[in-house]
Antibody, heavy 120, light 107 residues
């Protein structure tokens, strides 16, 4: 049973860095691509970026200057860092797995999501 | 970026009704189109991939069709548990993008 679990602070101050980790169980992080996706309250889904265990990353151009996604194969987890946050970054953040060993595909397993609020 | 436009944004229907949602891409995405269901407070769940392939375990009342820029998602007979928001998603080009969602309610 593949499970993804996000963790990290639920409150971040403006201009600071949002940091989240996704712990993966039931699947090897080395076999897939992994993404972060977010959803502002009451709004739609926005893909943030993906990482592969070999270090390949790709980010949404709308966030590229502020985002870093990395992977830790020893812990079977991957992480998101988003710097210089503003209130517009308040959202539920999901981690998700890409099906198959390819980047372009569907998201077949998702974490439950974690709400991050940006506020002083 | 490829823009995905869903219609309608919201829909009210009765149990047993046939429900149709459309998704239009701003450019040709061939068959690289998936559909997700999201219930309140939950993560999205994959229903259909590559336009018309039903994910394992998903009831057969859900279906999809289309190609190129115009796609359709159908529930053949609406059930109370289908109340959710539905999203299309393209993966033809990066960045991956989603439609704005269609909120389905029971009349």
């Amino acid at each position: 049973q593949v499970q993804l679990q996000e963790s990290g602070p639920g409150l971040v101050k403006p201009s600071e860095t949002l940091s989240l980790t996704c712990n993966v169980s039931g699947a090897s992080i080395s076999s897939y691509y992994w993404s972060w996706i977010r959803q502002p309250p009451g709004k739609g889904l926005e893909w943030i970026g993906y990482v592969h265990y070999n270090g390949i990353t790709n980010y949404n151009p709308s966030l590229k200057s502020r985002v870093t996604i990395s992977v830790d194969t020893s812990k079977n987890q991957f992480s998101l860092k988003l710097n210089s946050v503003t209130a517009a970054d308040t959202a539920v953040y999901y981690c998700a797995r890409h099906r198959g060993a390819v980047a372009g595909t569907l998201f077949d397993y998702w974490g439950q999501g974690t709400l991050v609020t940006v506020s002083s | 970026d490829i823009q995905m436009t869903q219609s309608p944004s919201s829909l009210s229907a009765s149990v047993g009704d046939r429900v149709t949602i459309t998704c239009q891409a701003s450019q040709d995405i061939t068959i690289y189109l998936n559909w997700y269901q999201q219930k309140p407070g939950k993560a999205p769940k994959l229903l259909i991939y590559d336009v018309s392939n039903l994910e394992a375990g998903v009831p057969s009342r859900f279906s999809g069709s289309g190609s190129g820029t115009d796609f359709t998602f159908t529930i053949s007979s609406l059930q109370p548990e289908d109340i959710a928001t539905y999203y299309c998603q393209q993966y033809d080009n990066l960045p991956f993008t989603f439609g704005q969602g269609t909120k389905l309610e029971i009349k």
